[in-house]
């Protein structure tokens, strides 16, 4: 096992993280599967992979499993894929501060943190890949997501100037911007709804009966909605490419606003979002 390419992957309890160590697996990487919670370790374990705890948002939980991995590894480690995040829905005006900081604390602090006990390790060792799982909805903002999409632009913010920062290492930096993607995003996003919007005081309160309908229907909600194999397909090249891309963009809408938010104003491109969202909310 100490020939294996070694890959710690946070957040894989279901979709794209589930999808991708187990991809991976098979692909003949060494994976360290994580999930927040115990239950989910277990199911992790039952499949055949190394797995673990790795709550972001505890920092003793963070170090625990990152000395854990160097345990195993001989203090080597080849690859980190950010994975772990959550969405959570509401109108900005009706974010509390401890609610939006919750969002931040997983989406950007926690991978933050992660992130930074990784770097030294692969200064150390003269290399290393570093991916992280970002969205469409960090680079365009849609309606009633606010806390998200902050999330997700900060993130990109802050790999975009730690790309600059290592440019002389051989660690390579990499961006994953999906769309829509099969997973338990909006059933988890749902139960931080229910948690932490009061939508019955809201002046919100009729878009927010068809968010709770959108957010509870089992089917695909977005057009081109892919399966995580397509998030599993770019990750791969950016873990074995010689000259790996900076983003990569998955499924067309993604592709789609790369384009638009190059060549359209503000102004018209905040038509094309409030269009989509009035359709959603419909």
Same mark, same amino acid.
């Given at each position: 096992?100490?020939?294996?390419?070694?890959?710690?992957?946070?957040?894989?309890?279901?979709?794209?993280?589930?999808?991708?160590?187990?991809?991976?697996?098979?692909?003949?990487?060494?994976?360290?599967?994580?999930?927040?919670?115990?239950?989910?370790?277990?199911?992790?374990?039952?499949?055949?992979?190394?797995?673990?705890?790795?709550?972001?948002?505890?920092?003793?939980?963070?170090?625990?499993?990152? +000395?854990?991995?160097?345990?195993?590894?001989?203090?080597?480690?080849?690859?980190?894929?950010?994975?772990?995040?959550?969405?959570?829905?509401?109108?900005?005006?009706?974010?509390?501060?401890?609610?939006?900081?919750?969002?931040?604390?997983?989406?950007?602090?926690?991978?933050?943190?992660?992130?930074?006990?990784?770097?030294?390790?692969?200064?150390?060792?003269?290399?290393?890949?570093?991916?992280?799982?970002?969205?469409?909805?960090?680079?365009?903002?849609?309606?009633?997501?606010?806390?998200?999409?902050?999330?997700?632009?900060?993130?990109?913010?802050?790999?975009?100037?730690?790309?600059?920062?290592?440019?002389?290492? +051989?660690?390579?930096?990499?961006?994953?911007?999906?769309?829509?993607?099969?997973?338990?995003?909006?059933?988890?996003?749902?139960?931080?709804?229910?948690?932490?919007?009061?939508?019955?005081?809201?002046?919100?309160?009729?878009?927010?009966?068809?968010?709770?309908?959108?957010?509870?229907?089992?089917?695909?909600?977005?057009?081109?909605?892919?399966?995580?194999?397509?998030?599993?397909?770019?990750?791969?090249?950016?873990?074995?490419?010689?000259?790996?891309?900076?983003?990569?963009?998955?499924?067309?809408?993604?592709?789609?606003?790369?384009?638009?938010?190059?060549?359209?104003?503000?102004?018209?491109?905040?038509?094309?979002?409030?269009?989509?969202?009035?359709?959603?909310?419909?």
């Amino acid at each position: 096992m100490k020939n294996k390419k070694t890959v710690l992957i946070s957040g894989c309890s279901s979709g794209i993280g589930l999808k991708c160590a187990l991809g991976l697996h098979e692909k003949g990487y060494r994976v360290f599967a994580t999930a927040r919670q115990q239950k989910d370790v277990d199911s992790l374990q039952a499949q055949g992979l190394e797995s673990f705890r790795l709550d972001l948002d505890q920092s003793d939980s963070i170090n625990h499993a990152v +000395d854990k991995v160097l345990s195993r590894t001989d203090g080597t480690l080849h690859a980190l894929f950010n994975n772990a995040a959550y969405g959570q829905p509401g109108a900005v005006e009706d974010l509390t501060r401890d609610v939006l900081r919750a969002q931040f604390e997983t989406n950007l602090f926690g991978t933050l943190e992660l992130t930074n006990r990784i770097i030294p390790i692969m200064r150390q060792q003269g290399y290393g890949r570093i991916i992280f799982n970002s969205s469409l909805l960090g680079y365009v903002a849609l309606a009633y997501r606010g806390a998200y999409n902050a999330s997700k632009f900060a993130l990109e913010g802050l790999v975009d100037t730690l790309r600059l920062e290592i440019k002389n290492s +051989d660690i390579f930096i990499s961006l994953i911007e999906p769309g829509p993607i099969t997973s338990q995003f909006r059933a988890n996003g749902f139960k931080k709804y229910q948690e932490n919007i009061d939508s019955e005081s809201s002046v919100h309160h009729a878009i927010y009966k068809a968010i709770e309908k959108r957010l509870t229907n089992p089917g695909p909600v977005a057009p081109f909605t892919l399966p995580p194999d397509a998030v599993l397909k770019k990750l791969i090249h950016a873990l074995e490419s010689p000259r790996p891309k900076l983003r990569y963009p998955v499924t067309f809408p993604a592709y789609l606003f790369a384009t638009l938010r190059r060549l359209l104003t503000t102004r018209a491109l905040d038509k094309v979002l409030l269009k989509i969202s009035s359709g959603e909310h419909k």
